[in-house]
T-cell receptor
Framework: AQSVTQLGSHVSVSEGALVLLRCNYSSSVPPYLFWYVQYPNQGLQLLLKYTTGATLVKGINGFEAEFKKSETSFHLTKPSAHMSDAAEYFCAVSEPPDFGNEKLTFGTGTRLTIIP | DTGVSQDPRHKITKRGQNVTFRCDPISEHNRLYWYRQTLGQGPEFLTY????????KSRLLSDRFSAERPKGSFSTLEIQRTEQGDSAMYLCASSRLGLNQPQHFGDGTRLSIL
């Protein structure tokens, strides 16, 4: 079984400040890890993903995340927050293709607020 | 691609009524997923199709829920005898077969039970 824990249901940062959203996972097989963003009344948009290879992955809108196996973490960062980053962010884990159907298991989300 | 399309965007119904949602995946996407998202929570997996075959169903999918993908293209999710607890956002996602293929999500159908 897989699970995801997102520490902090609400995070507020000032515009221009560092964004750090925390995600820890549990998986019995090598995980695939994802960050999605959701704007109000919309579906989820993929920000970035880790499958294999380089542990630091870069995504859209200046976001990046680092897979740390020893810490079972996949924290999301952005050096400088922009007002348009205000949204709900979800970390998710799935099994690799040879283990299952790649269904996603999501965390409970972190609402990011940007302070002008 | 034109994206995943879901219809309707909003559905309000009385408890006990049946409802049906439709999902049109991105063309040529073989895989189709349904998820349910309740307020303040992340989406939870409901069921998965590869082409027209329904390959997995979550325990969350009670006997009142049924999903189909008759020709391997669009999919429908029906809820019979709706209950208050069915109020949620129902999300559809699709992806290609193959390694490292991300799931693309629609904007969802928000169901409200009166």
């Amino acid at each position: 079984a897989q699970s995801v824990t997102q520490l902090g249901s609400h995070v507020s940062v000032s515009e221009g400040a560092l964004v750090l959203l925390r995600c820890n996972y549990s998986s019995s097989v090598p995980p695939y890890l994802f960050w999605y963003v959701q704007y109000p009344n919309q579906g989820l948009q993929l920000l970035l993903k880790y499958t294999t290879g380089a542990t630091l992955v870069k995504g859209i809108n200046g976001f990046e995340a680092e897979f740390k196996k020893s810490e079972t973490s996949f924290h999301l960062t952005k050096p400088s927050a922009h007002m348009s980053d205000a949204a709900e962010y979800f970390c998710a884990v799935s099994e690799p293709p040879d283990f299952g159907n790649e269904k996603l298991t999501f965390g409970t989300g972190t609402r990011l607020t940007i302070i002008p | 691609d034109t994206g995943v399309s879901q219809d309707p965007r909003h559905k309000i119904t009385k408890r006990g009524q049946n409802v049906t949602f439709r999902c049109d995946p991105i063309s040529e996407h073989n895989r189709l997923y349904w998820y349910r998202q309740t307020l303040g929570q992340g989406p939870e997996f409901l069921t998965y199709f590869q082409n027209e075959a329904q390959l997995e169903k979550s325990r969350l999918l009670s006997d009142r829920f049924s999903a189909e993908r008759p020709k391997g293209s669009f999919s429908t999710l029906e809820i019979q005898r709706t209950e208050q607890g069915d109020s949620a956002m129902y999300l559809c996602a699709s992806s290609r077969l193959g390694l490292n293929q991300p799931q693309h999500f629609g904007d969802g159908t928000r169901l409200s039970i009166l």
